[in-house]
């Protein structure tokens, strides 16, 4: 990474995250049964991706669009939802399968991982299973480019999973902007979908 697109990439990450402080549980809980919503309605849930298909979600942060009304969603659909946990000593997650007990339970309930992250109690699933991946990140543009938080965890783990994976983004409108840097190891995502829009992307080369 050249030392401009790295600044660049610190400033937004800087920015966005002032944008989302001061964000209310009410919101972010508000925010992802929106998403939900969007997604089961545009079918992002359905069968028929594959004879197994497969969803990796992530466990939200205090300032991500609540996760956990989305997960429920996937779940009453009767697909496979499985989330990243860290392993002590390991670069890339491992992915578990959430139960119907984790569903019961709530997210709040959950293990903790090496990083503090709710981590459901299912089997453990290959990366390759994945036929869609619901992806964080601080920000957004229309081509699909995404800005993450600066650890390269996820990055290291969109790059594990098959060519065919779909990759969804979920994020507030706020995060979605005009245009942000983009380099040859950035690996877009096929659309964003925020609390009102689902935006395909308009130029993934």
Known sequence: MNDTVRDEKRAIRRRM?????????????????????RLVAAGAFAPGVGPDPTIACFASLW??????????????THTRVAL??????????????VTQADVEAGMGRWHRDAMGVPVPGGEVV????????????????SRGTRVGRGGGHFDRF??????????????????????????????????VVT?????????LG
């Not at 944008?19 to 929106?34: D, I, N, P, V």
């Not at 290959?126 to 543009?141: K, S």
């Not at 060519?163 to 995502?189: N, S």
């Open 17 to 37: 995250r002032e944008s989302l402080q001061f964000l209310t549980r009410a919101e972010c809980e508000a925010a992802g049964q929106s998403i939900a919503a």
């Open 84 to 97: 990243p946990a860290m392993v002590p000593g390991d670069e890339l997650p491992q992915l578990r399968l």
């Open 126 to 141: 290959a990366n390759r299973e994945v036929t869609l991946v619901l992806i964080p990140g601080r920000a957004f543009d």
């Open 195 to 203: 609390p009102t829009r689902w935006i395909t992307a308009t130029a």
């Open 158 to 191: 969109l790059a594990e999973l098959a060519p065919g994976c779909r990759r969804l983004g979920i994020a507030f409108d706020l995060q979605v902007v005009a245009t942000l840097p983009r380099e040859v190891h950035d690996l877009p995502v096929s659309a």
């Open 63 to 76: 300032d991500e669009p609540d996760t956990s009304r989305i997960i429920d969603a996937a779940c009453r």
